[in-house]
């Protein structure tokens, strides 16, 4: 089990992204929380097997259809047992 912070910087709010990396979280069984920052990245902490927080960082760094990319940057931190995965807001 693995909890890693990302930060996604680009063109990703106000198009459903949130609710883009909900989707394939919960596809790859991921626990944790999307949210936006007030400048306007996008924070995901995600929490589960190894291999699925590797392939959730390569869905953040390819982004959705409506989304520019320009930067993911990733960090393990510690696990925080959480038990689903949410939008949250500021």
Known sequence: MKTTKIFITGTVQGIFFRRFIKEEAEKLGLKGF?????????????????????????ICK???AHSIIKNVQSQEIRNQGFDSFKVLSL
């Open 34 to 58: 999307v949210r936006n920052l007030d400048d306007g990245r996008i924070e995901v902490v995600a929490e589960g097997k190894d291999e699925n927080i590797n392939k959730m960082i390569a």
């Open 62 to 64: 390819k982004g959705s």
